[in-house]
Each structure stands twice: as structure tokens, then as C-alpha cells.
């Protein structure tokens, strides 16, 4: 059976957890109880101004380097090959590690060069061993496109968002063709209408758990990483609470059935 400690393997050779706790907008508490909660990956960026708070949530947890794995982002601003250099020193500093597991581009941008400038400086960092695994976020098939006309270096890990009523089907099966692991943001559809959703329920019913939990194995059992967020001690717990049931192939159906 799939299970939450069972690693997901990326094309660079790096062993990445299936769930990690998404810590945009969470504090250094939530992101501590996080840890505590069992959580070994963190979601992170320059842009969610919490790098620091990660970094500290993580150490006062005590846990061991490399039992946790670390993904940030650049932001827009600092794109380009110097900018991105720069960017990332700032963010290992804030981080308080050597090297960051994943580092991801946030956002693909309509000035083509910016962003294979921006990889190039990060395909530097992996060359040299000062980064783990480097991936995009928000990426299409087309600016995947781009990517490859300019380089050899497939991304590990397109993050993306996706949840089972927006589920990206086509770009999902793109990333899998390029040997791509896609990772979902705001799994839970932001706590909207997802988490109503009388199908979810129905199938949370019938295992005596909650909608959250259903879609977060749903997702397991697709081998697509999940970061949900929650600022609530309760919910953070359940939501990596996900091996102590499993989904038929007819109840994945039935979820993957709701959305293209
Ligand atoms: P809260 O912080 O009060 O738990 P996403 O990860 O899709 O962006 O969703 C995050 C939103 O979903 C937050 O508003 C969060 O609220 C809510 N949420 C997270 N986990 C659960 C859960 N297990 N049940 C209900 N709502 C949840």
C-alpha cells in the first residue's frame, strides 16, 4: 500500500516525501507543529517572506538535516542569472542550510530570456553541487517547451495547482512523459468548494474520515506530492494522518471522474 514515508523519486536522483506541509501564509507555530506532527518536507519561497521562520520552526524541532527536505522558490524580482545567484544565497542564509533540496522558478514570465537566463544560473547551482534538485512552478506545457529548446536539464518538479475539481490532467500527463514529478498547491481548493463536495463526502463516509484526508490520498495514490496548509493544530495532523486507509481503484474513479 502507498504510504506517506514512502519516498517519491526525482529525475535528479533525490528521494522526495510525498506530503509536505505548504507554508504559505502559516507562521513559525503552524510550521512547528508541522514538524511535530510528523511532517519531513516544507514548502516554502521568497515570496512568502517566511523563509527565516522555516528555518527556525525546523531547528527548534531538532530535527536532523537530512531527514528533512527543504524546497524554496525565486521570485520574480530576483529572475535572471545574477539576480538568481544572488537570490538563492539569500535564501540558504535565511533558511540556515547549506543547500536547499528543491528550488523551483515561482512563476514562468512572458520575457522568454528571464527565464532561461534564470535557469541557467540554476542549472550553475546544480553543476556544482550547491543545490539538490532544481524544478518550476506554475509552469504550461508550453514554457516546459521553452525550457527544452534551451536545455538538457529536465526539471524535477512541476508545481502546480490541482485538486480534485481542477484536477490538470493533460499537464499532469505532460510532466509524467518528461519524467517530471508534479507537486499540487492548495490540494484542499483553499478550504472552498472542495472540501463540500458530495462525491469527496460520500467516499470520506465510507472510511470514516474526512474529505481533506481522502483528497490528500487520492493524490498519494496517484504519486502526486501534496503540500496542504493549515494554521490549525488539529487539521495539520490530519491531513498527514493518510495510512490507515486505502482507496479502491472504483472510489478513484469515481474522484477522478469529477474534473478534467
Ligand atoms: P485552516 O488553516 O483553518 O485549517 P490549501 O492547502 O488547499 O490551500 O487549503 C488551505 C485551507 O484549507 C486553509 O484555509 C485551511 O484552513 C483549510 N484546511 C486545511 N486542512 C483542512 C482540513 N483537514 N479540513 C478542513 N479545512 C482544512
Redesign the pocket.
Known sequence: MTSTTTPIMLNSGAAMPPIGF?C?Q?GRAAIAEAARAGYRAFDTATFYGNEKQVGQAIGDAGLARADVFVTTKVWRNDMGYAGTLKAYDTSRRLLGVESVDLYLIHWPQPDDKLVTETWRAMEHLLDRGEVKSIGVSNFEESDLDLLARHSDVVPAVNQIEL?PLRQRKRLVAANTARGIVTTA???????GPV?RNPELKSVAAAHGV????VVLRWMLQKQIVT??????AE?IA??IDLDGFELSPAEVARIDALAN
Open positions: 505548504g504559505w502559516v485538486h498547491w492548495s490540494p484542499l481548493g483553499q478550504g472540501l474526512s474529505v481533506a484526508q503540500i496542504p496548509r493549515s494554521g490549525n487539521r490530519q491531513n
